[in-house]
């Protein structure tokens, strides 16, 4: 089992960056995919990037697609999401997840296959 715990979120004027951290405890980071998703108030969860184990094939949604960065420090045992030109539409409480992933390499943009989930950070970005 592995323990999320994501921080790094905050208040930002639009155009701003951020970056969120989401520190894995209990098991590597190299046996899971991971995942970004978001949840503003009032909307469903939505997904934001993807990342396999080996770290080498990422996705993102069409909304984040070059602002967003998702990468790993294995090192660190943490994950990251890099986010640049930051925009209003983008406030939501950000969650990290994990996904147990012995072989292969893909991504899953549906929040519904993954076995674990941080408690979530706040964004909020004002015009």
């Known amino acids: 089992q592995v323990q999320l715990v994501e921080s790094g979120g905050g208040l930002v004027q639009a155009g701003g960056s951020l970056r969120l951290s989401c520190a894995a405890s209990?098991?590597?980071?190299?046996?899971?995919?991971m995942g970004w998703f978001r949840q503003a108030p009032g909307k469903e969860r939505e997904f934001v990037a993807a990342m396999g184990r080996s770290g080498g094939s990422t996705n993102y949604a069409d909304s984040v697609k070059g602002r967003f960065t998702i990468s790993r420090d294995t090192s660190k045992n943490t994950l990251y999401l890099q986010m640049n030109s930051l925009k209003p539409e983008d406030t939501a409480v950000y969650y990290c997840a994990a996904k147990i992933q012995l072989y292969g390499s893909a991504w899953y943009r549906s929040g519904a296959v993954y076995d674990y989930w941080g408690q979530g950070t706040q964004v909020t970005v004002s015009s």
């Open positions: 209990g098991r590597t980071l190299s046996n899971y995919a």
